[in-house]
């Protein structure tokens, strides 16, 4: 099975097709595809200027698009290195429960999910990595009561989601489902009682 590596060497292949170019390019969101595989292909297909079902798009657009998920992908692996050398450290120091963050780290391990976009069509319209800096950003510092990516208060609790947690927090705005351990107890159960008032 090729790597997300390999596959992005062929989305840049002049030498291949469009087909095999635009096929492999879907193939590394199977690797990493932080909203989750069809929200990020929507998501990369409108910010590269070609359609979802366009199966002979522009090569630079399937380039730029494979551009931007590459840096959102470097941005995640540094993250996860960084994670897996504090994980090291507080081991080492003999703090072997882990707390809430790195039970949500270990369901999104190697990116997929990140910040899962339940609806395909709704997500951040920002760069990739620019919505990962946030959210890293916002997984280092002390929870808050808003949506790290868009700073939007606006979250409603939905269940039956089809990603873990099957349930959780999500930003009526950007589309995310909002880690929990960035945000307070207080906000969490605020997004609780919007479930329960929209469902009344």
Known sequence: MAGFRSLARQVRDARNDLALRRYSLRKCLERFAPYGHRATWDHLCSRAGFGPEDRSPDPARLVAALEELEEARAVWLAYEDDFAERRRKEKHDGLRRPGSTDDWHRLTWGGFGVAWCDDPAVHPDEPLADVLRRLISALEREPGRACPVCADDGLVWKHDLAHEPSSGPVCTHC??????????????????????????
């Open 175 to 200: 589309g995310i489902v909002v880690p929990r351990p960035v945000l307070t107890a207080t906000a969490l159960a605020e997004a609780r009682r919007s479930r329960m008032l929209v469902s009344a």
